[in-house]
Antibody
Framework: QVQLQESGPGLVKPSETLSLTCAVS?????????WGWIRQFPGKGLEWIGS???????YYNPSLKSRVTISVDTSKNQFSLNLSSVTAADTAVYYC????????????WGQGTLVTVSS | EIVLTQSPGTLSLSPGERATLSCRAS???????LAWYQQKPGQAPRLLIY???SRATGIPDRFSGSGSGTDFTLTISRLEPEDFAVYYC????????FGPGTKVDI
């Protein structure tokens, strides 16, 4: 079955870059669907960060676009999130997910990883 | 920019009762790209409904979605103990956005 697993540092310093990886098993990223990132703030609000399709098209939340990059490593069947110039407001649980549209709406999510921004 | 409002904020019910959750958009949701998710503590959101009214794979038929345009509803026909959770709506068209959630508790 399709499984997604996030990994990366749990603590990032302010002004640095947050980097996470999502390893996918049970399905090839190149076979289709949209793959992306969603985060959930401590107050429980959810925010779509961005996504990509196998064609190379990427889609980003306009409010984060200047700081976000999503990249793919098809040889490892994984994709990554880079979020630059982080502040405490970027503290959240970060999920990777698969969906039928760029906005996701999918049944396959990772378990999530908490990233805290603090010095 | 679309804004999603969910009501009520908290719904206090008992097992066996019917739950009706509302999601209202400030502008029409294109293509009825409206999804509902269930989230329990420590877990990722679980997709229940997509396209406003289509149940996701494996979702029990006591969950149903309806609505179009700006007004959408998630109905749980008879609450089971495992249904007590937080429910989020999401418009997943242009500029994807989540609602603030409705907590269904006992």
């Amino acid at each position: 079955q399709v499984q997604l697993q996030e990994s990366g540092p749990g603590l990032v310093k302010p002004s640095e870059t947050l980097s996470l990886t999502c390893a996918v098993s049970g399905y090839s990223i190149n076979s289709g669907f949209y793959w992306g990132w969603i985060r959930q703030f401590p107050g429980k609000g959810l925010e779509w960060i961005g996504s990509f399709y196998r064609s190379g098209d990427t889609y980003y939340n306009p409010s984060l676009k200047s700081r976000v990059t999503i990249s793919v490593d098809t040889s490892k069947n994984q994709f990554s999130l880079n979020l630059s110039s982080v502040t405490a407001a970027d503290t959240a649980v970060y999920y990777c997910a698969r969906g039928s549209t760029p906005g996701i709406a999918g049944s396959y999510w990772g378990q999530g990883t908490l990233v805290t921004v603090s010095s | 920019e679309i804004v999603l409002t969910q009501s009520p904020g908290t719904l206090s019910l008992s097992p066996g009762e019917r739950a009706t959750l509302s999601c209202r958009a400030s502008q029409s949701v294109s293509n009825n790209y409206l999804a509902w998710y269930q989230q329990k503590p420590g877990q990722a959101p679980r997709l229940l409904i997509y396209g406003a009214s289509s149940r996701a794979t494996g979702i029990p038929d006591r969950f149903s979605g309806s609505g179009s345009g700006t007004d959408f509803t998630l109905t749980i026909s008879r609450l089971e103990p495992e249904d007590f959770a937080v429910y989020y709506c999401q418009q997943y068209g242009s500029s994807p956005l989540f609602g603030p959630g409705t907590k269904v508790d006992i």
